[in-house]
Nanobody, 120 residues
Framework: QVQLQESGPGLVKPSQTLSLTCTVSGGSITTSYYYWSWIRQPPGKGLEWMGAIAYDGSTYYSPSLKSHTSISRDTSKNQFSLQLSSVTPEDTAVYYC????????????WGQGTLVTVSS
């Protein structure tokens, strides 16, 4: 059974870059046709899909976040990462990594989430 675990700093200062890593166990991030996503949930708000990296390394981003979001992977460590630049307090959220099979199916595996607070 696949497991995902987010890791990274819990506090980031405004204008800095937020960096998170998702470590995957029980399955390879290069297995066809899985897509590995980042989703966030600000306090009191709904879930927001940020972007994904596919089994073949292709990346996809939310249009509203594309200008300051980057998703990459390290296949040797079976990890994928999120970088969100120029953060503001509005980027404070619980950040989740998750998996889906194919582009149209529901997310079927989630990490537990990690709270990142943007504050000086």
């Amino acid at each position: 059974q696949v497991q995902l675990q987010e890791s990274g700093p819990g506090l980031v200062k405004p204008s800095q870059t937020l960096s998170l890593t998702c470590t995957v166990s029980g399955g390879s991030i290069t297995t066809s046709y899985y897509y590995w996503s980042w989703i966030r949930q600000p306090p009191g708000k709904g879930l927001e899909w940020m972007g994904a990296i596919a089994y073949d390394g292709s990346t996809y981003y939310s249009p509203s976040l594309k200008s300051h979001t980057s998703i990459s992977r390290d296949t040797s460590k079976n990890q994928f990462s999120l970088q969100l630049s120029s953060v503001t307090p509005e980027d404070t959220a619980v950040y989740y990594c998750a998996r889906r099979f194919g582009v149209h199916n529901a997310l079927d595996a989630w990490g537990q989430g990690t709270l990142v607070t943007v504050s000086s």
